[in-house]
């Protein structure tokens, strides 16, 4: 059926409530408000008060409420509505739900989930459009999810759901209305399994979020000027599916890493990082990243226009790099 | 706020029964001893990092646990020895986490501050001031959820009344109706810094009027009081109210962590307070008052110097982890 992300998500959540009794979400206005994107929407209908549970606005208290539920044997799915605001819940994040299964030696789960949303594009400003996943990245023992399509959406939160480890779920809220085909019957998919968008020869690109859309946006331009780009989505960023992007890049020779979030420090240096480690020799090119300036995300439509990167951020930096004969970009 | 005053030789308590005060004492002498005993290891360079010491606070966790069964939830804090021996911990790894060893109960990977043991309700100790509270509210809303009665007990000092978990923690609890007991230990000191100087009021309890919480001053250094005081308020609780907040005061008489020189303490202030210890007062109520015969008494003191004998033995002789086990457990 074709369904919005906004949707896919809440018939997750249902679903997995069905299934699970242990499984239960809260949250600031997730009941009787049904969100304030609208994804619980109906649940406290569905599940009562108890399962559903509208928090004060505390949200240290309630990351640290799914530290102690989940270490006693439930499955919170927490919301926190922007993930700008996650700077307020970090301790519990970084330093309780991250290290309490290492802490005690193995003897402690925390099957969590903490669903938030990030991303510009809908003039939110500086505190309600971050995209903070290199924060999370940098942290062992959770688990980050991005997913960039209703499918994945719905298929990566059931798994998360399923895990017993702490995971934060990052949506993106400029993708909320995007329609996509979902099917009805249950399915789930595996955490760091990269999924190739598009098949190519030419360059590699790894986009994240909605950069995916932006990266397929810019293909047809590149093809017209004779370059097959390969587009792969690693869905989760922790664990990031590093074998799947080596094989493409070993194909193609080159490499471009688009996120959202601030270039500087983000996922896309790891991923480069990691990969003129492992794999020098088979690089053609250097390796290129797309990512934001280093500035917080400006208000007013032209400002943030300017900081989102978009499709011909990318076909700018594949043009630098696909220099020869092959590519018509060269000879302009 | 209730100020509960029971005379010693009075009413209640002829009603503790005899192997009732045994185990008071027995947990006390065990906590007691186990601090003196880590203390005099740590010295001699067999325990590294931090141990911060809960000798002269001993009243508190023991009146509080013998309580409670291993059904119930604490969370604990940095200073979290009493309270874990308290809840029943086994100090052969206890201590053996101290030395850092692979027989401890985190494999060497929590030391001090984070001692767990998941079987029977310790859901650790913490390094972060406060952050146990907010776990207690999750394991909250667990017994809510299971409905067997079970209760929660997050400890923390007067100090952890600064930082905002405290406000969101027992905030929410309130709201949601959780089965809890915020329990206060005053032991005068935050860290370096006494109570007059961080607080504005002269008692934590005054505070639980703003959370529309029944709240209730203790001498913690009156076990009987301390048992006396929460025999009814943890019934309470069992049968579906809560949440409390109980403020026990006490002293704490070592440093804030071991080798700390407390020259931020006044001349006298620790022998002032050390007449009035806690063992000393309860040991001889038990031959005066309750009547228990001397030899009884001995022959605790005697068992909890073998069972720590073997402690340290056994903490002695384990093998230190492997090392490539530094990469265990960080994900379940």
């Known amino acids: ?332 | 706020m209730k100020k509960i005053k029971l005379k010693k030789g009075e009413e209640g308590l002829s009603h503790i029964p005899n192997e009732e005060l045994m185990s008071l004492y027995q947990t006390m002498v065990k906590i007691r001893g186990f601090e003196e005993r880590v203390s005099s290891l740590f010295s001699d360079g067999l325990i590294p990092g931090f141990l911060h010491l809960y000798i002269g606070q001993e009243a508190v966790a023991s009146g509080i646990c013998e309580n409670l069964s291993k059904e119930d939830y604490i969370t604990s804090t940095h200073r979290g020895h009493g309270h874990c021996i308290a809840k029943g911990a086994d100090v052969k790894k206890m201590m053996a986490e101290l030395f850092g060893k692979e027989t401890g109960y985190c494999k060497g990977k929590g030391g001090s501050m984070h001692v767990v043991d998941v079987e029977i309700g310790i859901l650790g100790a913490n390094g972060i001031v406060g952050a146990g509270m907010p776990i207690a509210v999750g394991a909250g809303i667990t017994a809510k959820t299971n409905n067997k009665g079970q209760v929660v007990i997050p400890f923390f000092g007067e100090g952890a009344t600064g930082i905002g978990y405290f406000h969101e923690a027992v905030n929410m609890a309130s709201v949601l109706k959780l089965p809890i007991i915020f329990v206060c230990e005053s032991n005068q000191y935050a860290e370096f810094t006494p109570r007059e100087t961080h607080l504005p009021v002269k008692t934590i309890v005054e505070r639980g009027g703003a959370y529309g919480i029944e709240s209730f001053l203790v001498n913690g250094n009156d076990v009987v009081e301390v048992y006396q005081t929460m025999k009814p308020i943890i019934n309470r609780v069992r049968n579906g109210e809560g949440p409390f907040l109980v403020e026990c005061v006490t002293n704490r008489w070592s440093g804030h962590f071991e080798g700390d020189p407390q020259r931020y303490r006044p001349e006298g202030e620790i022998d002032e307070w050390k007449k009035n210890d806690p063992i000393k007062n309860f040991r001889s109520i038990l031959t005066s008052e309750y009547h228990i015969q001397e030899s009884s008494l001995v022959s605790i003191e005697e068992a909890v110097k073998l069972e720590l004998d073997e402690a340290e033995k056994f903490s002695r002789e384990s093998p230190f982890p492997n090392e490539l086990s530094t990469l265990e457990d960080v994900y379940a």
Do not use: W
């Not at chain 1, 949506?171 to 190519?200: H, R, S, W």
């Open chain 1, 1 to 332: 059926m074709l369904i919005r992300y906004n949707k896919a998500i809440n018939n997750a959540l249902r679903e997995e409530m069905q299934k699970d009794s242990t499984v239960f979400i809260a949250g600031e206005d997730v009941g009787n408000a049904g969100g304030s994107f609208g994804i619980t929407r109906g649940l406290i209908a569905e599940f009562g008060s108890a399962r559903v549970i509208d928090t004060p606005i505390s949200e240290s208290a309630i990351v640290g409420m799914a530290v102690g539920a989940s270490s006693t044997g439930l499955r919170p799915v927490i919301e926190i509505m922007f993930m700008d605001f996650i700077a307020v819940c970090f301790d519990q994040i970084i330093n309780q739900a991250a290290k309490m299964r290492y802490m005690s030696g193995g003897q402690m789960a925390l099957p969590l989930v903490i669903r938030t949303q990030g991303g510009a594009g809908l003039n939110a400003g500086p505190q309600h459009s971050q995209s903070l996943e290199a924060l999370l990245f940098h942290i062992p023992g959770i688990k980050v999810v991005m997913p960039s399509n209703p499918y994945d959406a719905k298929g990566l939160l059931k798994t998360a759901i399923r895990d017993n480890n702490p995971v934060v779920f990052i949506e993106n809220k400029a993708l909320y209305g995007m329609k996509g085909e979902v099917p009805e019957e249950d399915y789930t998919i595996p955490f760091g399994k990269a999924k190739i968008v598009k098949e190519g020869i030419d360059v590699t690109i790894v986009a994240v979020g909605q950069m995916v859309n932006k990266a397929l946006a810019a293909v047809e331009t590149l093809e017209n000027n004779g370059i097959s780009a390969e587009i792969i989505d690693p869905r989760t960023i922790t664990p990031l599916d590093t074998d799947t992007i080596k094989q493409s890049v070993k194909k193609t020779g080159r490499l471009i890493i688009v996120h959202e979030a601030v270039k500087i420090g983000g996922v896309g240096a790891e991923i480069a990082a990691m990969i003129q480690e492992d794999i020098f020799d088979y690089l053609d090119a250097p390796i290129q990243r797309v990512g934001a300036p280093f500035t917080p995300v400006p208000y007013s439509k032209p400002l943030e226009n300017y900081y989102l990167p978009n499709e011909n951020d990318i076909i700018n930096a594949v043009k630098k790099i696909c220099v020869g004969r092959q590519f018509s970009f060269a000879s302009h």
